[in-house]
């Protein structure tokens, strides 16, 4: 498949922060040093989405259930983002997410969350049928099994998604190493 170079390089304009379902019990059934992980790269790019000023915006899966979303993450989130529940895998089964993507003029999405294989993987495939490019920050996404963990990146990325890491996306969005913002986001990956 032949893919222009524009493909696998998220549009800052149009470029918005998905979190999905980093809720407390979900997370306390993921590998404890990979969670920690995810947490820390999502912190990063909760704090970049900021600095760039990207839309980000939260999912929780059946939080009565789950849990709310980490105390880091709601911290380093603000009082500004609320999450959207939901009970569907995908986000994309939600009105009020789909509503969200639409009033931000979101075509790139930059993806991260739980579980790969299951809400993170539904959610990448339905934005890539509704016509968005998905950016799966691979370090900021786990599951339970490392083997559904690949297997999900695996299909993914042959569905077209583009697959790299947190620090790729950010320093693709910056494009730059010079001013402010560079400053900022280098400190925070660093």
């Known amino acids: 498949m032949d893919k222009s170079i524009e493909h696998y390089i998220p549009d800052h304009q149009s470029t918005a922060l998905v979190v999905v379902d980093i809720q407390e019990r979900l997370a306390a059934a993921m590998p404890a040093e990979v ?3 995810v947490v820390r790269r999502t912190e990063i ?4 989405a900021r600095e760039l ?5 939260l999912t929780e899966q059946y939080p009565r259930g789950l849990g709310v979303t980490v105390p880091s993450l709601q911290a380093a989130l603000g009082s500004d983002t609320h999450p959207i529940e ?3 895998f995908s986000c994309c089964g939600v009105e009020h997410f789909n509503a969200a993507l639409e009033n931000h ?13 299951v809400c993170v993987y539904q959610t990448a495939l339905d934005l890539l049928g509704g016509g968005r490019r998905v950016f799966l920050a691979a ?3 786990c599951s339970r099994s490392r083997q559904n963990h690949k297997l999900a990146l695996k ?3 042959q569905a077209g998604v583009v ?7 950010l320093f693709q969005l910056l494009k730059e190493a010079r001013g402010d913002t560079f400053k900022a986001i280098s400190r925070l990956v660093k």
């Open 35 to 37: 969670m920690a992980g």
């Open 45 to 48: 790019l909760i704090a970049a």
């Open 53 to 57: 000023s990207l839309p980000v915006i």
């Open 86 to 88: 939901k009970l569907t």
């Open 105 to 117: 003029a979101v075509r790139d999405v930059i993806l991260c969350g739980i579980e790969t294989h």
């Open 139 to 141: 370090d900021a996404v």
């Open 155 to 157: 299909n993914m990325r």
């Open 163 to 169: 697959v790299g890491s947190s620090e790729m996306f």
